[in-house]
């Protein structure tokens, strides 16, 4: 443990008075951002925030306007821009919808500043435009402080990872709280009659310590079953993701106590392990009648990416691609989301620690990205997932700007693409080993108006909308991808044609039309 603790020690740009080595090596918390949303409120509107005594600075109303939404923000990282903090600064999302308003809560962080302790809210109505709302806390909650005092460390400066759900007329919002003491952290449950709070502590649902067999308490998730039962999954490196069952009526763990059973592990080469394993996200799809757990693998600020896996059980197990199970010693995928980079632009690193929901027969997956001109700042991204027929969720190569997917006709499918093949080579390590993004890079594809690709008659592709069809050496290869329409955000274009799939071995592949 001392020796994988110390390959992951790494200064971040600012942390918390009480963090140790332990607290380094949690991923989802060491780069401290604040950021720029564009301007959405009312002059002198008062915000949820102001409930623990704060005061949003009187501003006009200015519209929005996508175009300047931007990779960095470092012109606007005094505390004073809170209420602009929009799609910047977001870090380990999780969203869910009320009424007409989608919800993101994510931890507390900040770009150049002291981190404020209390976890994130932000609020839209379309996916795009957000609004910041304030914090669930106005520091760090007395259980979970408690809890951690009680084994003898001392809290973390900020909270991580929240995860947020309703049950009946009650949202229920769990947190993570890390500390000095190496693994004695625990996740905590705070409730509220509105998604805005005010909020009120409900107990601790699941804890760790440093001694023993176990994971890391931080990064939940909740499945809940069409029969109402109710497991959370959590856990940070170490040895593995485990599952607990909850009391459905208190939201803690069923047996208290009781932290779970191990179901997801990560492989090893030479004897250290290939990187971390975290923030899972787990949703049931009905009508694929199956339950989906992705969970973030390798470093968060450059390697970070996405992996899922899938069971008819909610208690698993989770197989991955190829039907083997997600609690095997050894690396898994598909892997369907991971650091990119499209022709002419710096590129997207960290897109891991995924938020998966939907609206309206639509699943989306929302995480953080990370611009590779500059790693430390945090920008909220949210994409469209595709189902294949499969069964498998594919992810759209460009971030959802709320475009009319209009249908994609034949005549219209011919033309240059830019082709980006989601890649992977296994870095043993964390961040003092994984410092290469490893972005998967663009190159250039033509589908010819004869059937043919890049002028070759061995290789071609069919349109059956909206699945495309790429056949490699007279179809001994096959590449389906779903196609649909998104904005071109390296080139600042409001639409173009994007496709996203898998080739037969289960690698994830993307189209963007120049």
């Not at 915000?47 to 470092?74: C, E, Q, R, S």
């Not at 606007?76 to 989608?102: C, E, L, R, T």
């Not at 392990?273 to 009648?289: D, H, M, R, S, T």
């Not at 757990?293 to 208690?315: G, Q």
């Amino acid at each position: 443990m001392v020796g994988r603790l110390a390959s992951r020690t790494r200064t971040p740009l600012i942390t918390s008075n009480n963090q140790t080595d332990m607290n380094l090596f949690k991923p989802t918390m060491f780069w401290l951002g604040i950021a720029l949303a564009l301007p959405f409120y009312a002059c002198k509107k008062e915000n949820a925030f102001d409930k623990l005594g704060n005061t949003v600075p009187a501003h006009a109303d200015v519209a929005f306007n996508i175009n300047t939404i931007n990779d960095t923000y470092a012109d606007v990282a005094a505390a004073q821009y809170s209420y602009m903090w929009g799609v910047y600064n977001v870090h380990d999302p999780s969203i869910f919808k009320s009424g007409d308003w989608f919800y993101c809560y994510s931890t507390d962080a900040g770009y150049g500043i002291a981190v404020r302790p209390g976890i994130q809210i932000r609020k839209s109505k379309d996916l795009v435009n957000w609004q910041f709302v304030g914090w669930v806390f106005g520091g760090i909650p007395n259980m979970g402080n408690n809890y951690i005092k009680q084994n003898g460390a001392t809290s973390n400066d900020g909270l991580w990872a929240p995860y947020i759900l309703k049950v009946g007329s009650e949202y229920r919002l769990y947190y993570s709280l890390a500390s000095t003491g190496f693994r004695i952290s625990c996740i905590g449950l705070a409730t509220a009659s509105s998604p805005e709070g005010p909020w009120t502590e409900k107990g601790i649902a699941v804890s760790s310590v440093t001694a023993g067999a176990g994971t890391n308490a931080i990064d939940p998730t909740v499945m809940v079953t069409p029969a109402g039962e109710q497991y959370m999954i959590y856990g940070s490196s170490w040895d593995g993701l485990f599952q607990v069952q909850l009391n459905p009526a208190t939201g803690l763990a069923n047996i208290a106590g009781d932290r779970g059973k191990r179901i997801v592990r990560r492989g090893r080469t030479g004897g250290n392990y290939n990187g971390n394993l975290e923030g899972p996200e787990v949703i049931y799809n009905a009508e694929q009648k199956m339950y989906y757990l992705f969970v973030a693998y390798d470093w968060l600020a450059t390697k970070y990416n996405v992996r899922v896996f899938r069971s008819a059980s909610p208690t698993g197990p989770f197989l991955d691609w190829n039907g083997r199970s997600a609690d095997l010693q050894e690396d898994h995928g598909p892997m369907i989301l991971a650091p990119y980079k499209f022709m002419g632009h710096g590129g997207w690193a960290g897109v891991s620690h995924p938020a998966v929901f939907q609206d309206k027969g639509q699943y989306y997956i929302a995480t953080q990205g990370r611009p590779g001109v500059d790693l430390n700042f945090m920008v909220l991204h949210v994409r469209k997932i595709f189902w294949t027929p499969e069964g498998w969720p594919s992810v759209s190569p460009e971030r959802y700007a709320n475009v009319p997917d209009d249908a994609v006709s034949k005549e219209q499918i011919n033309g240059d693409y830019e082709q980006i093949v989601l890649g992977y080579v296994t870095v043993p390590g964390y961040g003092a080993e994984q410092t290469d993004p490893q972005y998967s890079v663009a190159g250039k594809t033509t589908l010819n108006a004869d059937g043919k690709i890049n002028g070759d008659a061995n290789n071609t592709w069919a349109y059956n909308a909206p699945w495309l069809e790429l056949r490699w050496a007279g179809g001994l290869f096959v590449d389906k991808l779903h196609v649909s329409r998104e904005r071109d955000w390296e080139n600042k274009k409001q639409s173009t044609i994007v496709m996203s799939g898998f080739n037969g071995a289960g690698t994830a592949i993307w189209f963007k039309k120049m």
